[in-house]
């Protein structure tokens, strides 16, 4: 039909009283010798006008308890390299570029905490560990983007929330070092480098404290 809209598939477990509803399972077929079967959840390509399909993955809400979790793992390897985790927004041609959104959970209790957002590199055992690293887009004919690393404001009490930049201990060698640089300019100044402490109306000012290393080194020299 010109204006009809094409057929759902539904599927759904059944549902009970006073126990747990049914399960939904999904699963590739195995191959004993070789790969396993791929799964495709996958929307239709829009046609000449429209967009294409939008897909929800989803845990129900809850009335006496946790809601459901929702976890994206890949399967350990044995002799390989276990599989990577994409998380890509497509490129377009007009307007502005997709965002990917990553918030943790808010709570309205009294005394619970809000989630936290952990970002974690993978540990190695024998070699060095996974890197993280944060980067703004590219402008390729202007500026880069920015990057803003804050805490949030302080509410009615309370004070806002402190900010550690460390690097780990070590048992055999130096530790790492920090570095806080601007980069170079062609064509202009570099830019400023700033350590300023913000303004108070309430008893001293803050202070900016620089202190070199010390040794426990019998020929050791401090910093």
Do not use: F, H, P, R
């Amino acid at each position: 039909s010109m204006y009809g809209l094409g057929g759902d598939v539904v599927v759904s477990a059944g549902a009970s009283m006073l126990s747990t509803g049914g399960d939904i399972l999904m699963s590739s077929g195995v191959g004993s010798a070789t790969s396993s079967g791929a799964v495709s959840i996958v929307s239709a390509n829009a046609g000449t006008s429209g967009v294409s399909g939008a897909m929800t993955l989803s845990t129900g809400t809850s009335t006496a308890g946790t809601s459901g979790s929702i976890q994206l793992l890949t399967g350990e390897a044995l002799g390989g390299s276990g599989g990577d985790v994409v998380v890509k927004v497509g490129a377009g041609d007009t307007g502005n570029g997709g965002q990917v959104s990553v918030e943790a959970g808010s709570t309205s209790s009294m005394y619970g905490l809000g989630g936290d957002v952990v970002v974690s590199a993978g540990a190695s055992m024998l070699s060095t560990g996974g890197d993280i690293l944060m980067s703004s887009g590219v402008g390729s004919a202007t500026s880069s983007g920015a990057v803003s690393i804050v805490s949030a404001n302080a509410g009615t009490s309370g004070v806002s929330g402190a900010m550690t930049l460390s690097t780990g201990t070590s048992t055999a060698g130096t530790s790492g070092s920090i570095q806080l640089l601007t980069g170079e300019a062609l064509g202009g100044s570099g830019g400023d480098v700033v350590v300023k402490v913000g303004a108070g109306d309430t008893g001293n000012g803050g202070q900016v404290s620089v202190e070199a290393g010390s040794t426990s080194s019998m020929y050791g020299l401090g910093g």
